[in-house]
């Protein structure tokens, strides 16, 4: 199956600062990839979809000036977490849509986000 | 109503027993279905999809749909303890909403020797 990769895979930060996180997929060009956020015990949420070269689309309630979701490529997308506080804390993962094949989402291997 | 439901867990079963897993949408526009097994601490493994009517097969698993009913199911065949973990049922709808997929809340199976 197609391979999409996470980094970092866990990141401890102080409160109030900014944490990058990188999703790549690696065999395969994904014009959409998709962030989700996954709370202790609970499901996935979808947060943003993220669209190579235009503005991601959030979904209701996630803030997109706290958020910062950049697609420069069709192999990369990456989530910046600005300010970051301890209610932040929570297991990012990332998808990417195979443009090629029919269309199934692979997920990366999540970010475990602690924030102190 | 919660758009994407998965039956309460969690399941418990013996090692060769079939599982059975089940998951109703609320959305009748929705096009494809996703089963995805997440391991503890993991991010989810995409284990099948099913776009048509009727049954796919693909080793011990079965998915089933049933558009009418806005039932997807996953039977899991000679269970193996390796098979415990939470299983994720994911709806994506069509539309301006292409390519999301909504999830339900899981359901944990516990494959016990």
């Known amino acids: 199956g197609a391979v999409v990769s996470q980094h970092p895979s866990r990141v401890i930060c102080k409160s109030g600062t900014s944490v990058k996180i990188e999703c790549r997929s690696l065999d395969f060009q994904a014009t959409t990839m998709f962030w989700y956020r996954q709370f202790p015990k609970q499901s996935l949420m979808l947060m943003a979809t993220s669209n190579e070269g235009s503005k991601a689309t959030y979904e209701q309630g996630v803030e997109k000036d706290k958020f910062l979701i950049n697609h420069a490529s069709l192999t990369l997308s990456t989530l910046t977490v600005t300010s970051a506080h301890p209610e932040d804390s929570s297991f990012y993962i990332c998808s990417a849509r195979d443009s090629g094949g029919r269309e199934t989402q692979y997920f990366g291997p999540g970010t475990r986000l602690l924030v102190l | 109503q919660k758009e994407v439901e998965q039956n309460s867990g969690p399941l418990s079963v013996p090692e060769g027993a079939i599982a059975s897993l089940n998951c109703t949408y609320s959305d009748r526009g929705s096009q494809s279905f996703f089963w995805y097994r997440q391991y503890s601490g993991k991010s989810p493994e995409l284990i099948m999809f099913i776009y048509s009517n009727g049954d796919k097969e693909d080793g011990r698993f079965t998915a089933q749909l049933n558009k009418a009913s806005q039932y997807v199911s996953l039977l899991i065949r000679d269970s193996q303890p390796s098979d415990s973990a939470t299983y994720l049922c994911?709806?994506?709808?069509?539309?301006?909403?292409?390519?999301?997929?909504?999830f339900g809340q899981g359901t944990i199976l516990t494959v016990h020797p």
């Open positions: 994911a709806v994506e709808t069509g539309g301006t909403s292409y390519g999301k997929l909504t």
